[in-house]
């Protein structure tokens, strides 16, 4: 098993930053992947962005250029920086954590961009 803690969401203006963290703990295999994911109200949970145990990163278009998913592998524990921040951006972060056995998720943090 895998237990997984999101932090660092919140309400912040249009154009601000952000930093969510993930905490993993449990079962932590060397070869992996996390991610973060998310969902708006109303739509499909989406991908955000994806790393690998080796540190392999792959982004969706719409933040590109904007979010920087990182680990620190001997804490057990992802990022996500998240810059120029857009209205559209609102939604509930989900981190994601699969050991090409199963997918664990955690229980979301909420992000709100509104002026």
């Known amino acids: 098993q895998v237990q997984l803690v999101e932090s660092g969401g919140g309400l912040v203006q249009p154009g601000g930053s952000l930093r969510l963290s993930c905490a993993a703990s449990?079962?932590?295999?060397?070869?992996?992947?996390m991610g973060w994911y998310r969902q708006a109200p109303g739509k499909q949970r989406e991908l955000v962005a994806t790393?690998?145990?080796?540190?392999?990163?792959e982004y969706a278009d719409s933040v590109k250029g904007r979010f920087a998913i990182s680990r620190d592998n001997a804490k057990n524990t992802m990022f996500l920086q998240m810059n120029s921040l857009k209205p559209e951006d609102t939604a509930v972060y989900y981190c994601s954590y699969n050991n090409y056995v199963r997918a664990y998720w955690g229980q979301g943090t909420q992000v709100t961009v509104s002026s």
């Open positions: 449990g079962s932590i295999f060397s070869h992996d992947v």
């Open positions: 790393i690998t145990s080796g540190d392999s990163t």
